[in-house]
């Protein structure tokens, strides 16, 4: 048995391996939803955010790139430098150096002005990625799960941090600071920041409106009917 090591076979498996981690990557960030948006609603597939597929992309682009040096210098360098060199090309070789060309620059030129039909593949992706964004309500600070959890009530429901953490208290959401950062804050208790606003803003809608209402304020489900009887 010849256990001698195979660089042809070594390379070639890890071209396919590193494509294949690329190609899925590249689908998922081809649908994925805009950074800052993907982070609010704490979008993900496979359990892996954005940022991580990026990531992941970006890792494998490079091997896939090393790879490829190998495969070009170790396995294919005397046949792919014949379709450069003039001595050694063949009258067939300078169509397909033409075609290939004349495909790449195009298609570079194209994507570059948003051409039709490849707009149309643009397009498609941000469609997908759009009806991800349909229903979310997203505030008017950039990135705000990455204010801490008082000024983001205090700049975004102009509120104070005492009544934010009491309605995260009535809801059973638990360790929140002053200091510490919303998304951190989401994190240690498996909801998205999106999620966060929403209830806030909701249960603060409520409050303040049966405090106009002259209604005493309804502090927490448990006690919510007790309350209504004692209105009652």
Not at 36 to 63: A, C, G, M, P, V
Not at 70 to 85: E, G, P
Not at 119 to 144: F, H, M, Q, T, W
């Amino acid at each position: 048995m010849n256990n001698k090591f195979s660089w042809q076979s070594f390379i070639s498996i890890g071209l396919l391996f590193s494509f294949f981690v690329m190609l899925l990557s590249g689908i998922i960030l081809y649908i994925a939803p805009e950074g800052s948006l993907s982070r609010w609603i704490d979008w993900d597939i496979l359990n892996l955010s954005k940022k991580q597929w990026e990531h992941q992309h970006t890792i494998f682009s490079y091997l896939f790139i090393l790879f490829t040096i190998f495969h070009i210098f170790k396995i294919n360098w005397s046949l792919l430098l014949s379709y450069f060199v003039p001595e050694k090309i063949k009258i067939s070789h300078y169509k397909e150096l033409l075609i290939a060309s004349a495909i790449t620059i195009l298609i570079f030129i194209g994507t570059l002005f948003n051409a039709t039909p490849l707009k149309y593949i643009i397009d498609l992706g941000a469609d997908i990625s759009d009806r991800v964004s349909e229903n979310v309500e997203i505030p008017d600070v950039s990135d705000s799960e990455k204010l801490t959890i008082e000024v983001f009530s205090i700049e975004i429901l102009n509120t104070s941090f005492e009544n934010v953490n009491k309605i995260l208290n009535d809801n059973s959401l638990s360790g929140a600071r002053e200091d510490i950062l919303v998304k951190d804050f989401c994190s240690i208790n498996n909801i998205s920041p999106h999620e966060f606003y929403r209830l806030l803003k909701g249960e603060l809608l409520i409050r303040n409106s049966s405090s106009v209402m002259g209604f005493p304020e309804i502090t927490s489900k448990i006690n919510c009917l007790d309350q209504i009887n004692s209105i009652l």
